[in-house]
Each structure stands twice: as structure tokens, then as C-alpha cells.
């Protein structure tokens, strides 16, 4: 059974990190692009950050310079990691698999930016 676990949301306050990570169990994960999505209330959810098999990365023009996502296929997770964050940043956030026409989605972790 596939599943892709995120984990590590929570409450910070502006300008502060967080780092949430998503496990993936039941694929091959290096063979996977990854990525990580939100959706904050009222709003459709958006591409935050994606990596390649081969460790490209691209960003949405909204939090680049302050998020990054590494991913480990030793241990079959990718990270966001996350500085600098603001209230906009608000949201539930979400893990994709993607291979091809195969993908999958995590249950979502939310993440609340204090002002």
C-alpha cells in the first residue's frame, strides 16, 4: 500500500523556521518526482516546491529565496524547509509523488504563521 506521511507542521511565528518532512512508504522513491503543495482557506492549492529523480528543484516565485526541499532516498523522504515564514505562508501543506501517470498524496500538514 502506497503512502506518503507528512509530518513536522505546527505554529511558529513570522520570521521564524519550520521544517516539515514526508516519509513515503510502499514505492520506489528515487524513482519518484517529488513535490510539496498547500491550500490555505478559500483558495485553490498551489505547487510550493518540486524535485526531480535527479535533484532539480524549482520553486514558486512566493517563497523562493526562503524555502528549500531536499530530499534523502536512503531514507525515502523529502523535507521543505522553511525560513523566513510569513502569515501568507499560512496553509495546509502537502506531499506529491509523481512517476509518470502515477501519483500520490499525503493527508496534509497544517502549518499557521503567527503575526
Known amino acids: 500500500q502506497v503512502q506518503l506521511v507528512e509530518s513536522g507542521g505546527g505554529l511558529v511565528q513570522t520570521g521564524g523556521p519550520l521544517g516539515p518532512s514526508c516519509a513515503a512508504y510502499g514505492i520506489i522513491f528515487s524513482r519518484y518526482a517529488m513535490a510539496w503543495y498547500r491550500q490555505a482557506p478559500g483558495e485553490q492549492r498551489e505547487m510550493v516546491a518540486t524535485?526531480?529523480?535527479?535533484?532539480?528543484?524549482n520553486y514558486a516565485d512566493s517563497v523562493k529565496g526562503r524555502f528549500t526541499i531536499p530530499r534523502d532516498n536512503a531514507k525515502n523522504t523529502v523535507y521543505l524547509q522553511m525560513n523566513s515564514l510569513k502569515p501568507e505562508d499560512t496553509a495546509v501543506y502537502y506531499c506529491?509523488?509523481?512517476?509518470?501517470?502515477?501519483?500520490?498524496w499525503g493527508q496534509g500538514t497544517q502549518v499557521t504563521v503567527s503575526s
Open positions: 524535485i526531480t529523480t535527479g535533484g532539480s528543484t
Open positions: 506529491n509523488g509523481l512517476l509518470l501517470f502515477q501519483t500520490y
